[in-house]
């Protein structure tokens, strides 16, 4: 399968690939643009046989620990060209309904792609959420994206892209729904959805909403 199209400028379908461990169990989760423009079912291979399969034409990858959680998430330069590496902070909301953060930063001598939990976090000495590169928040049982921040500092760096990526791979990677937008969003929102490969996953404009950046800082 060739991955030559720009995911960020075609709306195309993706292709999940499951890899199974030596007790077939997921250890890893990667998404590729579809050969036929369709989301197909997941394909659900041996490591090796799913290793071969995606090659180097992987848009998002996934790793998956002993239960089933999701370790690390990476965003592939092909979709973000200028974000910088990223690891992140998961921050789960017991709701109802059950909702999930993911908090974006850079550095810290944290690996790249990692999730960490609450108490991972709170190794990471000098971490606070004002040095956050973006946030993005979804409800996991529906794959509803709801809200999608991007610090001032990092505008213009795909970052939406590397979040919104991140997001949706998490989703398919725990087996719940593909990630998609409701029809609420700002209007630097609504400018990045149509400029996007996203935005036919996304339901039409009934709302604007107000930014979400303090007045002072746009």
């Excluded at 930063?105 to 108490?119: E, I, W």
């Excluded at 709170?122 to 049982?141: F, H, K, M, N, T």
Aim: proline residues 10%.
């Amino acid at each position: 399968m060739s991955s030559s199209a720009d995911p960020r400028d075609v709306p195309a379908g993706l292709t999940q690939v499951v890899a199974l461990g030596e007790d077939d169990f997921p250890v890893w989760f990667a998404v590729l643009l579809s050969e036929d423009g369709q989301d197909p079912p997941p394909l659900v291979l041996p490591a090796a046989a799913a290793a071969a399969r995606v090659g180097d034409d992987w848009l998002t990858r996934a790793r998956l620990g002993e239960q089933g959680e999701v370790t690390s998430l990476e965003v592939s330069t092909a979709v973000a060209p200028k974000a910088p590496p990223v690891w992140f902070a998961e921050i789960p909301e017991a709701g109802p309904p059950r909702a999930i953060n993911l908090v974006a930063f850079t550095g810290f001598d944290v690996p790249s792609g990692s999730v960490l939990d609450r108490a991972a976090q709170a190794e990471v000495p000098g971490l606070s959420g004002e040095q956050q590169v973006g946030a993005i928040r979804w409800y996991p049982d529906t794959g509803e994206m709801d809200q999608v921040y991007v610090n001032p500092d990092w505008r213009r760096r795909t970052i939406a892209m590397v979040l919104v990526g991140a997001c949706a791979t998490y989703n398919l990677a725990i087996g719940k729904p593909m990630g998609w937008g409701d029809g609420q969003r700002t209007a630097m929102g609504d400018r990045w959805v149509a400029s996007s490969g996203w935005g036919h996953r996304a339901a039409e404009l009934i709302n604007l909403a107000p930014p979400m950046t303090p007045f002072d800082q746009r």
